[in-house]
């Protein structure tokens, strides 16, 4: 039977060893590169900073598979986080022709058609849309009469794309003209034989 004495008695014993484990491996940890990145932004911190601490790559990649369960449940939940779709809709707005600008407001009514599209039963008001920019990074500015907005410099447009990166998001994967998109796969070629 598991009392306190027993409970007491495996816990000096494992203190001890998992103390010594600690001190022979932090150079290892704190230099490890494992990223888990095929998980959801959501995740993927946790589950970068715990395989870091697991040196063995199987374990590593136990840990992936234990945690891509809760990560399909994330992902779905992120799907309707308002900051992906406010990137989203900066995102698209980035891919309209040869903007050098991007008004607050519009970007409002991109997130609002976007919410309308997926049903969401509600809409973002330009001023809660530039907060939630602005908690991406992304800072709005006056510009002229017409309110505030973003200037689209190439740093700009290669930040919301790395971001839309990060949070996967599948604007990212249109294979446009656009220089910050990934390659676009070529056409399938008809096989004769």
């Known amino acids: 039977?598991?009392?306190?004495?027993?409970?007491?008695?495996?816990a000096t014993t494992f203190q001890a060893k998992l103390l010594s484990y600690r001190v022979e491996n932090l150079k290892?940890?704190?230099?490890?590169?494992?990223d888990a990145c095929t998980l959801s932004p959501l995740l993927r911190e946790v589950a970068t900073s715990l395989g870091r601490c697991l040196l063995a790559p199987e374990l590593q990649s136990e840990l992936i598979l234990l945690l891509q369960e809760d990560d399909k449940d994330a992902s779905a939940e992120e799907g309707l986080r308002l900051e992906?779709?406010?990137?989203?809709?900066?995102?698209?707005?980035c891919h309209e022709g040869e903007r050098?600008?991007?008004?607050?407001?519009e970007v409002a009514?991109?997130?609002?058609?976007?919410?309308?599209?997926?049903?969401?039963?509600?809409?973002l008001q330009p001023r809660g849309v530039g907060a939630k920019l602005k908690s991406l990074g992304f800072y709005t500015e006056r510009i002229g009469s017409r309110g505030r907005g973003i200037i689209l410099t190439e740093a700009?447009?290669?930040?919301?794309h790395q971001m839309a990166m990060v949070y996967n998001l599948s604007s990212t994967q249109i294979g446009s003209d656009c220089p910050h998109c990934g390659p676009v796969p070529p056409a399938?070629?008809?096989?004769?034989?």
Request: hydrophobic fraction near 50%; charge should be positive.
């Open 28 to 34: 290892k940890v704190a230099e490890s590169t494992f």
């Open 100 to 105: 050098t600008t991007v008004f607050v407001e």
């Open 188 to 193: 399938p070629t008809e096989m004769h034989m």
């Open 1 to 10: 039977m598991f009392n306190d004495v027993i409970a007491n008695q495996v």
């Open 156 to 160: 700009i447009r290669g930040r919301a």
């Open 84 to 93: 992906c779709i406010v990137l989203e809709a900066l995102l698209f707005l």
């Open 109 to 123: 009514a991109t997130v609002n058609r976007i919410l309308s599209g997926r049903s969401a039963g509600h809409k």
